[in-house]
Structures are given as C-alpha cells and as structure tokens.
C-alpha cells in the first residue's frame, strides 16, 4: 500500500474543510497529536483489508472510547488557521467505505459529544451517507459494551487515547487485549507515568493510580533509576512484557517526541496477526522519519504558509 504523511495529512484537511467555520467545540492540539493520527489513518485501511469477508471475518468496527469533538486545532500561534480531523471523524470516514464496517464513538465530554454528532451530520459525502450517534460514556461503560457486542467473525481496532494514564486502569486494559480479534494502539503516556512515578514516593494519590494502572505493585522495583528517561523506557518495557504475557499478542511501541527531542508518549499497537505487525513495522519506519518538525513544515506547505519543504 502507498502511503505518505503529506497525503494522509493533505487528506484530512481536506475531509473537514466544510466544517472550518462550523463554530463548534474543537480540541486544541500540538503538532505532535498528528502523529498519532498518521499512525491510525496508516493502520485503518488494512486492518480493514486483513478482518475482511476476504478473510472470513463478518463484521468490523472502529472503536474510538476518547473520541473527542472530531475536530481541532493548534497551540502554535504559526498555524492559527489550520483545523485537522480528530480520530473519531479519520475512524468514522474509513468505518463507511464498505458493508461490513462500522464505527462506535463515546467520550465522557458532553459538549465534545454534541459538537461530534453535528459534525457527523454535516459530514454525508465524506461518511458515504452513513450516520453514527457518539454517546456520552466513560472508558469503563465502553469495554463493558465493547465485550458483549464482541461475537464470533468480529474484529475491532480499539484507538486508546485518553488525556492522561488515569482511567487506564489494568483490569479493564487487560480484559481488553486478550480479547480475540481485538487490536489496540494505546497512547502510553511514557513522560507523565515517569514522572508521576518519581513522585510517586511522597504523593499517594500517584502511587494509587499508578498500582491501578499496572495492576500490581512491581513497578516500583523501576524507582531505583534516577533519571526520568531511563525511568520512562523501563516502565514502558514493563508494562509491554505485562500486555504480551495476558494476550500473546505483538506489541509495537512507535516514540512520539516533543521539537527538540522530548519523548512525550509511545504509541503502542498491539495485534495478535502476522500481517498486522507487518504493517505496523513498515509504520514505524514512516513515522520515524515524520518527526515533529517536518511535519510542522508540511502543514506550513500546505497552507500556503511556506512556498517549498526547505
Ligand atoms: C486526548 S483527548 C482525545 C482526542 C481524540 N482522540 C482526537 O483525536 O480528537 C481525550 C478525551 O478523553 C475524554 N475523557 C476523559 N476521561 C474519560 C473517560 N474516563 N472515559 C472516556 N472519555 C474520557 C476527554 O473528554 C477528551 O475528549
């Protein structure tokens, strides 16, 4: 499959450009929350392709339990009056290219959720005439849901990407990733969980959710490092080895690092296929070289803000 992050990013502009003046509740981005959104365009289409009827699936859904407004904009005064496709409209438009595909929205933001269901509404030709009612639900409501309307021949791409690790916790991670025919990229929020884990010691609301969020106590063994990147790899590592164990699924981590280096979080996908981390390998290699700044430049490119890339 060709793929680009300029036409991926071209597109959608393009897909929400009718609803710029729309007045709505936007989410406010940096220009890194692209990437994560490069990513799930990237995987949307295939995962599609390998749990189709091809393959002897039956259904399949886009899942997107922090689903946002479905539109934002940026922090970075240079791109005021630039707007982007948040997940839940990029998983809506590919969840109505084909019979056997659909979509389920929810977020705990009332306003986000009403903003979204008007967007959806305007949004015919893009979504091929097809219409979804996001609901106001929190992450816990939505994996119960998700895993009694899971049957036999359905396959789910859940998009995990909450604001912070908190209503994370593991149980409900857990009953999630063992799940067959259920893939996840998770948005694992390496900088803050290291730095909330370092504090960890003093502030017992941290430690707390900290124990909720792996689901035992033996990520403290990690407190003895210092330094908080090496903090932040090791519990990265440890939460990876914890998913792998629960489902024997691949976990493939994706860095998402702030201009001038900062990691901020990695992107997790897990997938139990084959063709799956294929893919997802091919990704990374993509999303490597889409670092922050270049696609700082390309959006500047594209909207007529710099004449060339260089
Ligand atoms: C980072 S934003 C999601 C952005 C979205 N993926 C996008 O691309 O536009 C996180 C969202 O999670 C919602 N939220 C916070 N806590 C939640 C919970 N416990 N369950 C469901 N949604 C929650 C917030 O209202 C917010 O819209």
New binding site residues.
Partial sequence: MIFSFQTSIAEARRNVAHLRGDGLKR?TGDIWSIKK?LLLDYYLPSFKLICSPKYNFKEWYYV???????L?DFTDKSLKNEVYA???LIGAINASKHDYTNCIL????KE?IDALNRRIGASGIQLNSRTYQAQE???ED?VNMVLRTKRFGMAMLI?V???GYV?IKWQLMERLVKEVGIDVIFNFMTYTIALNASASKTNHTHEKNLNEFFGDVMWKQHLTTMNKNNLGSKLLLYYISKIQIASGKNVIPIGVHREKGKKLYDLLVITRSGAGTKVIQTAKKIMDKATTESIHREFKVQSGIQKTLF
Avoid: E, Q
């Avoid at 929810?106 to 933001?109: L, R, V, Y």
């Fill in positions: 989410s959104l997107d339990p922090f689903c946002g407004s479905g934002f948040g997940s839940a929810s977020d705990t933001n986000n639900r929190g992450f939505t998009f990407d909450p604001d209503p």
